[in-house]
């Protein structure tokens, strides 16, 4: 089966800019999530969908960050306006749906704020 | 909220030689344990996963054990080999939300 794909793969902008990146889910499936991945650090989450609904964005920062799963399939992260801090890697993932199913997880789009 | 800390943060091993990883959480509320390889620039990978209602579980050369008392899981690997280099991640989750709350990396090498 196709993996989840992201897009772009990399991206640089400046401070204060704005960037979207997309995922699209293995085909079928219900939970998508987003995570943040610091140099040197574990996956954290950001925001976790189940179809078009969202289950958890506690640790989404609101003020400069967004995201939509319109349909229950595709989804975009937003940052606006960046700050040098989100310089990371953005994975997507998805799973079947919602309890203890593996996570399968995109190749990432490398973040870099200057 | 829930917190998994993860020991060491890196190891370093003989070809042959066994690795453990060591994690630690905090809400005894958690009831499955999953773990995560990531390659240098890749996605990572479940590698195996335990849930509350085992002690232990093995898949070939890896194995993985919760202690629920302690509220501590571990990661062995026997026999290393060189592609067993990677960072390894711990994670844990409970029924309330099913999000991972990841530890924050073992970066293993085995030296050939």
């Known amino acids: 089966e196709a993996g989840v794909a992201q897009s772009p793969r990399y991206k640089i902008i400046e401070k204060r800019q704005s960037v979207a990146f997309w995922c699209n889910p293995i085909?079928?499936?219900?939970?998508l999530y987003w995570y943040q991945q610091i140099l040197g650090q574990g996956p954290k989450l950001l925001i976790q969908f189940q179809n078009n609904g969202v289950v958890d964005d506690s640790q989404l920062p609101k003020d400069r960050f967004s995201a939509e799963r319109l349909k229950g399939v595709d989804s975009t992260l937003k940052i606006q306006p960046a700050k040098l801090e989100d310089s990371a890697v953005y994975l997507c993932a998805s799973s079947t749906g919602a309890g203890h199913y593996e996570q399968y997880f995109g190749p990432g789009t490398r973040l870099t704020v200057t | 909220g829930e917190n998994v800390e993860q020991h060491p943060s890196t190891l370093s091993v003989q070809e042959g030689d066994s690795a453990v990883i060591k994690c630690t959480y905090s809400d005894s509320a958690s009831n499955y344990f999953p773990w995560y390889k990531q390659e240098l620039g890749k996605r990572p990978q479940l590698i195996i996963d335990?849930?509350?209602?085992?002690g232990e579980k093995k898949d070939q050369r890896i194995a993985v054990t919760l202690n629920k008392t302690a509220k501590h899981f571990s990661l062995h690997i026997t026999e290393t080999q060189p592609e067993d280099s990677a960072v390894y991640f711990c994670?844990?989750?409970?029924?309330?939300?099913?999000?991972?709350?990841f530890g924050s990396g073992t970066r293993l090498l085995v030296r050939p």
């Open positions: 994670a844990a989750s409970m029924d309330s939300s099913y999000k991972l709350i």
């Open positions: 085909s079928g499936h219900a939970t």
């Open positions: 335990i849930r509350s209602n085992v």
